[in-house]
């Protein structure tokens, strides 16, 4: 038996406004556990769902066990009695008990005794820490409660593979963590898993590789460590450090300056920048651009001028950009400029590569 559960080739998803899935390539070996992170709207549910064909894949192929699920003439409910999904809204029969809603569909469609299904059922209660509420309807439950059902009743059916799409989106804060804990201790179950969470720490800590999902692709797919250490590409690194990023691109000396301050300004007010990150950003900007690059430096013929905030630490980078012969600003700079520049970034560094100038300032109103 190969070791790949899952393979997917040149997978498209397309709507008539928006195409959520371009080209996905993937293989996934038995017992992994994916967590599927990236930016609202890029093809991560869309994905699961494409997965068991509860949407129909517009091109590509998709493999279960080396079987291709979506060609014309597959066997797709045999297909399908090998995957299960938790979805973010639950998706209990509300006038079944909870016991009744992890019975149904072993005894449907597996053809399970009553007694087996039952048995079973109250086993999997057991594990999700809620036997004591077999016979209560699902809208007496918390929805923490509610999604650890759903769970049982998924894995009643004895999946080879687990499709989480967003499992703790719908709940309270509160609730987030009794459900991530059942999900946790699966993991250790070797059960095939893929996971579509926006949980950061429960990705890092729990998958075996972490798919980054972005402009309908697997953008980048690596490790917990790799994806949350040390991303490779651009988007990625943006994502995990959920950096809130302002670029200004400048293409001749006689530029709107006032326009683009103000722009500048907008971008910190919008994401709530402190006083103390937004003036030191701000005074950057001046004393780089105006102080010294368009006074002192006539060689560039184009440049960028990046802003990155950081939520998480609370503080800022800063970077210029730009072609032309070497030319370092900061020695340039007059001694008030000079002095402005230190007290603003806690780190300066200039590099010069095959005619491109790279200005970094880290570290700004760190927290």
Known sequence: MSDTIIKISHLRKEY?????????????????????????????????????????????????????????????????????????????????????????????????????????????????????????????LSGGQKQRVAIARTLAMDPDIVLFDEPTSALDPTMV??????????????????????????????STRVFYMDDGIIYEDGTPEQIFDNPQKERTRRFIHRLKVFEERIGSRDFDFVAAANRLDLFCEKHNLSAKAHNNIRLIFEEMLMQSLMVHNTDWTSMTFTAEYSE??????????????????IEYCDEISRSIIENAAGEYRYDYTDGINDVFFKNIACK
């Open 312 to 329: 998480d630490m609370e503080c800022a980078d800063v970077s210029l950009h730009y072609s032309g012969s070497r030319f370092n600003p």
């Open 16 to 140: 008539p406004n928006v195409t959520p899935l371009k080209d996905v390539n993937t293989e996934i070996r038995r017992g992994e556990v994916i967590s599927i992170i990236g930016p609202s709207g890029t093809g991560k549910s869309t994905l699961l769902r494409c997965i068991n064909l509860l949407e129909k894949p517009t091109g590509g192929e998709i493999y279960i066990d080396g079987v291709q699920i979506n060609a014309p003439k597959a066997d797709v409910p045999a297909l399908r009695r090998k995957m299960g999904m938790v979805f973010q809204s639950f998706n209990l029969f509300n006038n079944m008990s909870v016991i009744e809603n992890i019975m149904a569909a072993p005894m449907d469609i597996l053809h399970k005794t009553k007694e087996e299904a039952y048995n079973k059922g109250m086993e999997l209660l057991r594990m999700v820490g809620l036997a004591d509420k077999e016979n209560v309807l699902p809208n007496q």
């Open 177 to 206: 963590g009794e459900v991530l804990s059942v999900i946790r201790s699966l993991a250790k179950q070797g059960l095939t898993m893929m996971i579509v969470t926006h949980e950061m720490k429960f990705a890092r800590n729990v």
